[in-house]
């Protein structure tokens, strides 16, 4: 960031959204009946708190792991390797449940305005924000030594 806290080059947050922006499709949908207005597949701040919460909370002990981002025609993935730390299930994570694997990586972040909840990006940014968006509530899926955040583009039949 520059002086004025301008962002100087795109970073992994940034590349990320315009990564989906370039390759989900964006449906036209008529406001008022009258208007067309342009509307994203998923809104851009639950896939923003998606690949902060993944920076953030991975475990970086797992050599030769990155975080994936796969994009589906029904949903995109989120890939975060390694288990939940310090004794977080998906539940407790949508119910608020806040535990920290890495304090540095979230003040940085916090620091360069990253993040605002602290603690509670998935219940209040992306599970109610799919909610609001498309009517659709996210699965949280720890398996092995990887979590995956499926979102969904369309409620599912």
């Not at 989906?20 to 009258?34: F, Q, W």
């Not at 993935?77 to 304090?103: K, V, W």
């Amino acid at each position: 960031m520059d002086d004025d806290g301008e962002l100087l080059e795109a970073g992994l947050v940034e590349q990320a959204l315009e990564f989906v922006r370039r390759n989900t499709p964006v449906e036209a949908v008529l406001e008022d009946g009258a208007r067309r207005v342009e509307k994203p597949t998923y809104p851009n701040e639950v896939i923003r708190e998606a690949v902060v919460t993944a920076l953030i909370h991975r475990d970086y002990l797992l050599a030769n792991t990155d975080i994936e981002l796969a994009i589906y025609v029904d949903r995109l993935e989120f890939i975060s390797p390694g288990r939940l730390p310090n004794g977080i299930t998906p539940e407790r994570m949508r119910a608020g449940t806040r535990a920290s694997r890495n304090q540095l990586l979230k003040d940085v972040m916090r620091d360069y305005g990253y993040l605002e909840h602290m603690g509670m990006g998935v219940p209040r940014k992306i599970i109610r924000g799919m909610k609001q968006h498309n009517g659709t509530e996210p699965d949280l899926i720890e398996e092995d030594e990887r979590f995956t955040l499926p979102l969904f583009a369309r409620p599912r039949t």
